[in-house]
């Protein structure tokens, strides 16, 4: 069955960068891309960015390109997401997602569990 | 960006009643080439991820109660919950997949009376 296992919570400093991980099982990691969505606390869902397996294409938010980078590893069949330049703003829970096919403009069938990250002085 | 507002807020509902949630986007997600509307509904219970219902507006995804259902085209959509049960208690999101960034709706509580 399809797993997308994430990485522990986090709990980092204003300015500071996080790498949350994105372990995916049960299907051929490189048909899909991964996207990348959070939530703040209380808050509704953000949509963050998407990233190819296939061949590493990327689209960003534009309001968190210049501070994010997704990237992938096949030989593991991982995804990552690292935010740098932190703010309180940030904190929020982030989660990855398969979409249903190989595209960025498609529904999300398989989320992971989700990484709260907290960014507190 | 395209923006989706959903209606209500908030929904309190008897069980066995039918609970209904509006979802408007601010441009039409309905891909001429294909006729298909990009637009797909999640529910999400509290500490879970959300969970995909519809996808393409009325499509159904494997394994959902048929008591979920999805209608609407171009801008104004709804989901429809036919007889409540106490474990529909959740948040539901409506998004949109016809352009980047994908954007959800703000959600609807739904809940209990």
């Known amino acids: 069955q399809v797993q997308l296992v994430q990485s522990g919570a986090e709990v980092k400093k204003p300015g500071a960068s996080v790498k949350v991980s994105c372990k995916a099982s049960g299907y051929t990691f490189t048909s899909y891309g991964i996207s990348w969505v959070r939530q703040a606390p209380g808050q509704g869902l953000e949509w963050m960015g998407w990233i190819s397996a296939y061949n590493g294409n990327t689209n960003y938010a534009q309001k968190l390109r210049g501070r994010v980078t997704m990237t992938t590893d096949t030989s593991t069949s991982t995804a990552y997401m690292e935010l740098r330049s932190l703010r309180s703003d940030d904190t929020a829970v982030y989660y990855c997602?398969?979409?249903?096919?190989?595209?960025?403009?498609?529904?999300?069938?398989?989320w992971g569990q989700g990484t709260l990250v907290t960014v507190s002085s | 960006d395209i923006v989706m507002t959903q209606s209500p807020d908030s929904l309190a509902v008897s069980l066995g009643e039918r609970a209904t949630i509006n979802c408007k986007s601010s441009q039409s997600v309905l891909y001429s080439s294909n006729n298909k509307n990009y637009l797909a509904w999640y529910l999400q219970k509290p500490g879970q991820p959300p969970k995909l219902l519809i996808y393409?507006?009325?499509s159904r995804e494997s394994g959902v109660p048929d008591r979920f259902s999805g209608s609407g085209s171009g801008t104004d959509f709804t989901l429809t919950i036919s007889s409540l049960q106490a474990e529909d208690v959740a948040v539901y999101y409506c998004q949109q997949y016809y352009s980047t960034p994908l954007t959800f709706g703000g959600g609807t509580k739904v809940e209990i009376k």
């Open positions: 393409w507006a009325s």
């Open positions: 997602a398969r979409p249903n096919s190989g595209q960025q403009l498609a529904a999300v069938d398989y």
